[in-house]
Every structure is written in structure tokens, then in C-alpha cells.
Nanobody, 118 residues
Framework: QVRLVESGGGLVQPGGSLRLSCAAS????????MSWYRQAPGKERELVAR????????NYADSVKGRFTISRDNAKNLVYLQMTSLKSEDTAVYYC???????????WGQGTQVTVSS
């Protein structure tokens, strides 16, 4: 059974930091590119960051470049999103996604809420 379970969300003040984690199971994690998406109320889900299957290639949305870092631990089937200098506009539900190399399989987690507010 495929599972992606996000954790680490919460309430943080502007300028603060959070680290999100996503634990994967039920598929060959090291074969999958992993991404973080987010969806704010009333907005479409958007790509935040993506890492290739072996972690050598990363991509970021312009809005988070220099503030967020995606990383993965293939030995532990974990992917992380380190978020720093958080802004109110970063408030959203953050989702973890796994994508097979051929694009055939896509798995989503249930999401974790991040709220940036004073």
C-alpha cells in the first residue's frame, strides 16, 4: 500500500522557520522524483520544490528560491522541506508528491497545514 505522510506543519511567526517531512512507503522511493506542492485557500495547487530521484537536481518556485530547501534521504525514504524567512503568503496546505520517472505513477500525501501569522 502506497503511503506518503507529511508532518512538521504548524503555526509560525513571519520570519520564522519550519521543516516539513514526508515519509514514504509502498513504492521504490529511490526511483521517484519527489516534490512539495502547496495550496492556499481559494488558489490552485502550485509546485514549491522538486528533487530528482537521486537528489542531484532540484527546482524551486521563484517565490521560495533562497528561502526553501528540498532534500531527501533515500536510505530512510524521507523527503524534507526546510523553510526559512517565512512570509504570510507562504500560508497553505503543503503536500508531498512522488512521481515515477516515466510519469505514469503519481502519489500524493494528505497534506500538512502551515500558517504564518503574528
Amino acid at each position: 500500500q502506497v503511503r506518503l505522510v507529511e508532518s512538521g506543519g504548524g503555526l509560525v511567526q513571519p520570519g520564522g522557520s519550519l521543516r516539513l517531512s514526508c515519509a514514504a512507503s509502498g513504492f521504490t522511493f529511490s526511483y521517484y522524483a519527489m516534490s512539495w506542492y502547496r495550496q492556499a485557500p481559494g488558489k490552485e495547487r502550485e509546485l514549491v520544490a522538486r528533487t530528482s530521484s537521486i537528489g542531484g537536481i532540484t527546482n524551486y518556485a521563484d517565490s521560495v528560491k533562497g528561502r526553501f530547501t528540498i532534500s531527501r534521504d533515500n536510505a530512510k525514504n524521507l523527503v524534507y522541506l526546510q523553510m526559512t524567512s517565512l512570509k504570510s503568503e507562504d500560508t497553505a496546505v503543503y503536500y508531498c508528491k512522488g512521481e515515477s520517472c516515466d510519469g505514469v505513477f503519481n502519489y500524493w500525501g494528505q497534506g500538512t497545514q502551515v500558517t504564518v501569522s503574528s
